[in-house]
């Protein structure tokens, strides 16, 4: 069990008439407590009946919420359309903060993603969070862009730029992607941020899998054969199970500055982690990422 701070927006996906729990770094945080570890998460959320309803789903997977999380604000919301193909889209309703005091906590893992890098007034202290932290704690980011709420491009990919050259695992989507850099490749896009600083940058491409970069090594591994019945906390859930197994290998000594970079058979295993996480999860309905015992039953079958 690894001990995890998670900072980022929470909120809620309304579906039609229903509200359900969601926010990228709300469902990171739900997956790796789903998976056992010890979660703290560093948010803000109302007092209101949706704030109550994001309340309960977090103490629910065992997570805990830290001190100020609920305000005397309006919850944040999403409204959520899925396509035939199950594929969700969003429109926001959303303002983020936090309390001034968001400073690194003893924890072995700072996982920080999404609107929370770069919409303030929240977003500077998010970034304080990962400048402040300490070097031998592993930093993980997940941009999650939304370019409806990305009014200032430029101040956006400066910001995004800034957490992911403090992260020593990046992961983004092909979505992201194709936003930041729209005149490169995934190859390319890769070596673009790994120049920045990571240690291990991950593209996810959803059906056609992941593609990963270290400095010595590059992976292509396809996604697990699946019925889709939504993509709503796909990343996320790609996310949990990433960090889930590199918490339960040597692989944090070797991110956080080693003398060697990680080994390629344990990211390798990371990146499978992280593929059958996100198949389990777009296999239901809503952000419901897996168990510890149904991703460890996933990666048996997967062998």
Same mark, same amino acid.
């Given at each position: 069990m690894a001990r995890i701070s998670?900072?980022?927006?929470?909120?809620?996906?309304?579906?039609?008439?229903?509200?359900?729990?969601?926010?990228?770094?709300? %469902? !990171?945080?739900?997956?790796?407590?789903?998976?056992?570890?010890?979660?703290? *998460? $560093?948010?803000e959320f109302g007092l209101d009946e949706h704030g109550a309803l994001i309340a309960g789903h977090l103490r629910a997977a065992g997570v805990t919420l830290a001190d100020g999380t609920q305000r005397l604000v309006a919850t944040n919301q999403a409204q959520v359309k899925l396509d035939a193909q199950g594929r969700a889209?969003?429109? *926001? %309703?959303? %303002?983020? %903060? #936090?309390?001034?005091? !968001?400073?690194?906590?003893?924890?072995?893992?700072? $996982?920080?993603?999404?609107?929370?890098?770069w919409l303030e007034p929240g977003a500077s202290k998010v970034r304080e969070a990962f400048a402040q932290s300490p070097a031998h704690q592993l930093r993980s980011y997940d941009p999650n862009?939304?370019?409806?709420?990305? $009014?200032?491009? @430029? @101040?956006?990919?400066?910001a995004v730029g800034f957490m992911m050259g403090r992260s020593h695992v990046v992961k983004l989507s092909e979505s992201d992607a194709s936003w930041l850099y729209p005149q490169l490749g995934p190859a390319a896009v890769l070596e673009r941020v790994l120049e920045l600083g990571p240690r291990l940058v991950v593209l996810t491409r959803g059906a056609l899998g992941c593609q990963a970069r270290t400095a010595t090594d590059s992976f292509a591994l396809p996604a697990p054969a699946t019925e889709v019945v939504d993509t709503v906390g796909a990343g996320a859930a790609f996310m949990s199970g990433l960090l889930d197994a590199i918490l339960t290998s040597d692989l944090p000594?070797? #991110?956080?500055?080693?003398?060697?970079?990680? @080994?390629?058979?344990?990211?390798?295993?990371?990146?499978?982690?992280?593929l059958a996480s996100a198949a389990l999860t777009v296999a239901r309905s809503g952000a419901n990422p897996p168990t510890g015992e149904q991703l460890h039953r996933a990666l048996q079958r997967g062998n």
């Open positions: 998670v900072i980022g927006e929470s909120l809620v996906d309304v579906v039609g008439r229903r509200a359900y729990p969601g926010g990228s770094p709300l %469902n !990171v945080a739900v997956g790796l407590a789903r998976l056992g570890h010890q979660v703290s *998460f $560093h948010t889209s969003y429109r *926001f %309703n959303i %303002n983020w %903060n #936090l309390p001034d005091d !968001v400073v690194p906590p003893r924890t072995d893992l700072l $996982h920080a993603g999404s609107i929370a890098a862009i939304r370019p409806e709420l990305a $009014h200032d491009a @430029a @101040a956006v990919r400066e000594t070797t #991110l956080t500055g080693g003398p060697e970079g990680p @080994a390629a058979q344990p990211v390798r295993t990371a990146l499978q982690a992280g």
